[in-house]
């Protein structure tokens, strides 16, 4: 059972490049989400999806667009990346989008942007 | 914004000692949460508190969850060098989003 995957594991990337952050889970979970983790700050939500077909805007939602084509996967795009977004992020997904209902965490994905 | 804020960052103690890490917001959370993270892996949920005043037990940690749901500790007594690691704190709120405190980073020296 493979859970969550992300991919890359980690990019070096130009300023001004796009990219997409890829995830994958095979636990058929209603709900996915996408944070990032800096120093200090512990982890900020960057945009989530309570159900296929269907996204939002967490705390830290500019520069960063998702889309939610199936169930399955929940790909997070730099359209034009800048040094600021340099960070780890982090995938993650749970079963319902109840409050009981625990977050299950990717391995992160580690982008420097240059 | 909800903010956590998470007290001490930095924790280094030896073996067998006991330790209190803090979680505090002026914001009330419909329930809290801690997670353990280890080096280049995501966060891993240890505990769920969701009644103010709530104490819960995993092995040698405690956790509380204080009356107003508003603060939360953790309590590691005899701690082991396999307790090293990062451990947040994080807030659920409008459904199941999540806003994490900054984290304490515990080593446990032998």
């Known amino acids: 059972i493979a859970g969550i995957t992300q991919a890359p594991t980690s990019q070096i990337l130009a300023a001004g490049r796009r990219m997409t952050l890829r995830c994958t889970q095979d636990m058929r979970h209603n709900a996915m989400y996408w944070y990032r983790q800096d120093l200090g700050l512990g982890l900020r939500l960057i945009h989530y999806s309570n159900t296929a077909g269907t996204t939002g805007k967490g705390e830290v939602p500019d520069g960063y667009s998702v889309s939610r084509a199936n169930t399955d996967d929940f790909p997070l795009t730099l359209a034009s990346a800048v040094p600021s977004q340099t960070s780890v992020y982090f995938c993650a997904s749970s079963e319902g989008w109840n409050s009981y209902n625990e977050q299950f965490f990717g391995p992160g994905t580690r982008l420097t942007v240059l | 914004t909800q903010l956590l804020e998470q007290s001490p960052q930095f924790l280094s103690i030896q073996e067998g000692e006991n330790l209190t890490v803090y979680c505090n917001s002026s914001?009330?959370?419909?329930?809290l949460q801690w997670y353990r993270q280890e080096p280049g892996e995501g966060p891993v949920l240890l505990v769920t508190v969701v009644t103010g005043g709530e104490v819960k037990k995993l092995k040698r940690l405690t956790f509380q969850f204080g009356d107003a749901r508003k603060d939360s500790s953790l309590h590691i007594t005899a701690a082991q060098p396999g307790d090293t690691g990062l451990y947040l704190c994080a807030g659920v709120y409008a459904g199941n989003m999540l806003t994490f405190g900054g984290g304490t980073r515990l080593m446990v020296k032998p």
């Open positions: 914001s009330v959370f419909s329930s």
